[in-house]
Structures are given as structure tokens and as C-alpha cells.
């Protein structure tokens, strides 16, 4: 699970299930290792994250998001 290239305006976001800890891919499946499966979802603003989030946890339960900057700093952590 590499993080991925962002620019400085961008930010990453990585979901996990908020009963387990077990991380998601962008599909909501399970994330396993030695897969090809893509488990940071990119957007351009801190504005679009929340609106992901928002819609998602509308949608989903159980959820966590973990939301990073371009540096990998953690800005954002939000779950229900």
C-alpha cells in the first residue's frame, strides 16, 4: 500500500471499517496485501473530502476516513 504522488493542493484520503480497523479499498471491499487494489481515493480540495464523506457516511456505516496531505500528514480523521 504505497501512498500516492499528490500535489500540495491535494489530499488523500484512506477509509477503514471503524469496527476493525481493517482498511478499504475505494470500493468499500477489505483491502488485502498482495493485491492490486487502490486504497487512497485523491481529491483537489479539503472542501470535496468533506462532501465524500459527508455523502459516504449517508450511505454507509461503520466507516473511517483517515485524510492526508501531500507530506502525509494526518489533517483529518472523521468516523461514525
Not at 478499504?24 to 464523506?53: A, C, G, M, R, T
Not at 476516513?65 to 507530506?71: A, G, P, Q, R
Request: net charge negative; no cysteine; glycine share 2%.
Amino acid at each position: 500500500m504505497e501512498f500516492p504522488k499528490i500535489k500540495k493542493s491535494e489530499y488523500a484520503v484512506l477509509m477503514a471499517d471503524s469496527n476493525t480497523g481493517v482498511v478499504l479499498d475505494i470500493y468499500f471491499d477489505i483491502y488485502y496485501k498482495s493485491s492490486n487494489q487502490i486504497v487512497y481515493k485523491v481529491f483537489s480540495s479539503l472542501d470535496e473530502v468533506k462532501e465524500f464523506i459527508k455523502e459516504t457516511l449517508r450511505q454507509k456505516e461503520n466507516i473511517e476516513f483517515i485524510v492526508y496531505d501531500n507530506n502525509e500528514n494526518v489533517v483529518r480523521l472523521e468516523q461514525n
